[in-house]
């Protein structure tokens, strides 16, 4: 079953069906003021933060799902029939003698509602202008029958109680007593007594006079009803309550007269603070709203600001567009995909409908790889990101799980217990560090200096170091990692006796790269120690190899996990990858162990994380795994971030048909006319697809705040069609399916706009045989910087 299709041209998915399986999201606004919005509507709104900022209620994983939101009710005044600007919460039938037509057009920053029934036509736009602490919902309602009309609209948002969601949601026994909402002169302004700064809000309505008004939610709904059928709706009018306690909504209620063919432009706009006074938490002041409705409520103005924000996201994307045989991978890497690596980066783990505000703040090894698919759009945002994080690194080396970018105060921060340090999280450093290097080709940033977070300071490079004695110093009895409270995978706990493979391939792989770094300020005792260090990490590491792969760690008792010889956990996806990725596996393991990946873990859906999946403990492994049944997340599920690591394997083996097979596999838009199997947005990569092992293989979860958007867009941008910034210029080296004829990569490169067209006359998966640049005949892979001018095109030749 089909819901919609890519519009790639609007750079919008249209949705034609608002029944989708899940609900099918989207983001609106910036980290300022953020939003999110189903294809029905429903959704919520946060002020900086999606934990402790919340301004529009969200009740998470609700029965009837994507309730409350950001609703319209349009309501025939004739006859007192009403419908919703959305499909739902109103729900007219889809179907029969007077269907409810929905279009849901998801954009980038902001979303559009279309709707016919009963001859009025209604389009309703909902976006945060650029810069703003306030978002609109525009509502266009056009009479497309023969006799004039009276329409009345209805808003209904429920205003949160509380900034902090879990005060507002929780803590009812004070939450529901500190909330006060009055209306005057056209604006409803809720706020309530917090302990520390107030939350204020006001909501609006332009373009027609207000008719009516309720703040008092159960007075809007009535009693034992939903957002379905509002009392106030259903009546005609609104009660005009004003709330002392209990729970607030904004509806305001509008008339307009239509004659056929006329439309008529409402304009709601919710925002943060008062609506006659300047307001401000300390760190950010807000105009009065009366104000900014003054200027930006208008018709004019909705369009320009609505322009402004599609000429930003043109911005973003601009830098990186492809041009390949297949139009899916296109639709995602141009569009859909480059915006969810930008949502992940605003948002790291801390805001959407699955996660819902708990994890508030960037997680360490989330935002160290959120950095590497924006480095080449938002350098500077990218390099303000790693300086911060850097500062999340304590002094020993290890990193802070998480910063709150809110609070986080470098050189006070506590330094962790050694076992609450994840083993990974300061190993993703030198990835993200040489991301940036790469992509501006400036070392100099390496000599940045930038305090610990805990005390002292250091540059980039002794930050760097630093990160890789941290884990050569905490190593256990057969020289690996220790696993310490975490590596990638939360679901392992090794501890300080236990050694974890994927942290030790990590540190092969910072090893190698800060090696590469330093030698760029010639640094050459660094250069001299990662090396040496490097051989004899790979002494210990390669007798990890369990004769068809590599094992996944070592327990504190000193068995190992992962082996072909175990019932369960047999074979693991990650330290096979890593093997590949860090060069630690020489070609015939590196082959040997991808192929022992394909034989056991692949399927048609991706690749499970590992097999058989656990059911039971193991001595000496903390495996919270268990706590899923088999085929699901980290138990076996097909975890797509790492599969991401399978596509890049492969592609650094040559291999491009696996690699493309890879990727297709777990590709979102590939399952458009199947999305009854995988369920969620087929414009957003998920977490995880449910595994072979579950009752609901096929099914993805967790959609759009993972590390499956940047290393996906990593692995196929750079990996698959292996178009890679380095030091020294644009590496061009491609591993493709072998059916393809060739591709065009445009890419931005230091301020140059430069086109990469590859052709595969042979028709091979791998092997640069040529390459030019505006044809000069270049050797080796590399398009060099000093060749390339803006406009340049770089040829290159497969065979
Ligand atoms: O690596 C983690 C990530 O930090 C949060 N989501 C799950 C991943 C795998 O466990």
């Not at 805001?351 to 759009?377: C, F, K, M, N, P």
Request: proline share 6%; with cysteine.
């Amino acid at each position: 079953m089909r819901y919609g299709y890519f519009d790639d041209d609007a750079c919008e998915y249209v949705l034609t069906r608002p029944d989708t399986p899940r609900s099918w999201s989207n983001y609106l606004g910036s980290r300022l003021y953020g939003g999110i919005v189903t294809q029905n509507a429903g959704g919520f709104s946060f002020f900086r933060s999606g934990g402790t900022g919340r301004l529009l209620r969200m009740r998470f994983n609700g029965v009837p799902q994507d309730e409350p939101g950001r609703f319209v009710y349009l309501r025939d005044d004739a006859d007192g029939a009403f419908w919703s600007a959305s499909w739902q919460p109103v729900g007219t039938p889809l179907e029969g003698p007077e269907p409810y037509v929905a279009r849901v057009r998801h954009g980038l920053g902001y979303s559009v509602f279309e709707s016919d029934h009963r001859d009025i036509h209604t389009e309703m736009t909902t976006f945060v202008p650029q810069g703003q602490a306030f978002e609109h919902w525009s509502v266009e309602v056009t009479n497309t029958g023969t006799t004039p009309r009276t329409i009345s609209l209805f808003s209904y948002a429920e205003l949160a109680n509380e900034w902090s969601h879990q005060q507002d949601l929780l803590n009812l026994q004070y939450s529901q007593y500190v909330v006060r909402a009055s209306y005057s002169d056209g604006f409803i302004h809720r706020l309530n007594s917090t302990r520390d700064v107030f939350s204020e809000c006001w909501f609006t309505v332009t373009g027609a006079d207000v008719v009516s008004f309720d703040t008092d939610r159960d007075l809007f709904l009535g009693p034992y009803r939903t957002p379905r059928d509002p009392v106030a709706v259903e009546r005609g009018t609104c009660s005009g309550s004003e709330t002392v306690g209990d729970n607030a909504c904004a509806s305001l209620h509008v008339r307009v007269e239509l004659a056929p063919g006329e439309t008529r432009h409402v304009v709601y706009t919710l925002g943060v603070g008062s609506p006659d006074a300047e307001w401000g938490d300390g760190t950010v002041t807000v105009r009065p709203g009366r104000d900014s409705v003054a200027e930006f409520a208008t018709p004019e103005r909705i369009a320009t600001e609505l322009a402004a924000i599609r000429s930003e996201w043109a911005g973003h994307l601009a830098p990186l567009q492809v041009s390949t045989p297949d139009p899916q991978l296109d639709s995602m890497v141009n569009v859909w995909h480059a915006y969810q690596t930008h949502m992940t980066f605003n948002w790291s783990r801390g805001v959407s409908l699955i996660e819902t505000g708990g994890r508030d703040g960037l997680g360490y090894r989330d935002t160290a790889q959120d950095i590497l698919s924006v480095v080449h759009s938002i350098p500077e945002a990218a390099r303000e990101r790693l300086d911060l994080l850097l500062t999340g690194q304590t002094a020993e080396g290890g990193a802070l799980p998480l910063i709150k970018p809110l609070t986080h105060t470098p050189g006070k921060e506590p330094t962790p217990a050694l076992e609450d340090y994840r083993s990974d999280d300061a190993l993703w450093l030198p990835l993200s560090v040489a991301a940036l290097v790469d992509e501006t080709g400036d070392a100099t940033y390496l000599d940045t200096v930038l305090p610990y977070a805990d005390a002292g300071e250091d540059t980039v490079l002794g930050h760097l170091v630093q990160a890789l004695r941290f884990s050569l110093e905490h190593r256990g009895a057969h020289g690996l990692v220790q696993g310490l409270d975490a590596d990638w995978n939360d679901c392992i706990q090794f501890g300080t006796e236990g050694e974890s493979m994927f942290s030790t391939f990590l540190l092969a792989n910072g090893l190698r790269q800060v090696g590469e770094l330093a030698s760029l300020l010639e640094r050459t005792e660094v250069v001299a120690w990662c090396a040496e260090q490097l051989a004899l990490l790979l002494e210990d590491a390669e007798k990890a190899w369990d004769g068809d792969w590599y094992i996944r760690g070592i327990s504190a008792v000193g068995a190992p996990l992962g082996t072909a010889t175990a019932d369960e956990g047999r074979i693991y996806l990650e330290p096979n990858v890593w093997a590949v990725i860090s060069g630690v596996a020489n070609p015939g393991r590196a082959r040997q162990a991808m192929d022992s990946v394909h034989e056991h873990l692949a399927s048609e859906h991706g690749i499970a994380l590992c097999d058989p999946p656990h059911t039971k403990p193991i001595e000496g492994i903390g495996l919270s795994l268990l706590v899923f049944p088999p085929g699901h997340k980290e138990n076996g599920g097909i975890f797509c971030h790492a599969n991401s690591w399978a596509v890049v394997a492969e592609a650094m083996l040559g291999r491009g048909d696996r690699a493309y097979e890879y990727y297709r596999a777990y590709l979102p838009a590939r399952y458009e006319d199947d999305a009854e199997t995988r369920q969620v947005e087929p414009y957003v990569y998920s977490q995880f697809t449910h595994g072979p092992a579950s009752p609901r293989f096929g099914q993805s979860r967790n959609p759009w705040l993972t590390g499956t958007a940047s290393w996906t867009y990593v692995a196929v941008t750079q990996h698959l069609l292996g178009v890679r910034p380095t030091v020294a210029g644009l590496r061009v080296d491609p591993s493709i399916p072998s059916a393809w004829d060739g591709f065009e990569v445009r890419r931005r490169f230091r301020g140059r706009d430069v086109t990469v067209r590859v052709t595969n006359p042979d028709h091979v998966c791998s092997g640069v045989a040529r390459l030019t640049v505006d044809g000069t005949p270049v050797e080796g892979d590399v398009a060099p910087e000093c060749l390339l001018q803006d406009g340049s095109v770089v040829d290159v030749v497969l065979g």
